[in-house]
């Protein structure tokens, strides 16, 4: 499957496929009726620790990715992340992960992307 990246804020598109919030936190200002979501998958999100140092900063988003992914291995975090390699394997049907961070650059979404490409 053809994995993208998308805030969860921009408008619900046909061509989105399978929609996944990657966010510990519901976004604010978004309905859940509003978000049309196939899944939400907050376990997969980032630690509220880890989330906090980070503060989507560029100059700390190698070491996040690297800690993230650290947090990745193990859990409920680990049992999410598997859940979107599931979805990721069906070739089928596009998959977007929706963020709600500002930084469509440097977020968790292009991490979790990142690692569904690789599999």
Known sequence: MAVKTKRIYEKVENDDGVRVLVDRVWPRGV?????????WLKE?????????????DPD????????YKEELQGG???ESLQ???????DQNKQLTLLFA????????????????DRQ
């Open 76 to 78: 409920k975090q680990q």
């Open 44 to 56: 997969v999100g980032p630690s509220s620790e880890l989330r906090k140092w980070f503060g989507h």
């Open 60 to 67: 700390k988003y190698e070491a996040f990715k690297r800690k």
């Open 101 to 116: 961070a500002k930084d469509e650059q440097y977020n968790q979404a292009k991490v979790l992307k990142e690692i569904l």
């Open 31 to 39: 309905s859940k009726d509003a978000a049309q979501l196939d899944h």
């Open 83 to 89: 859940q979107l390699k599931e979805l990721a394997k």
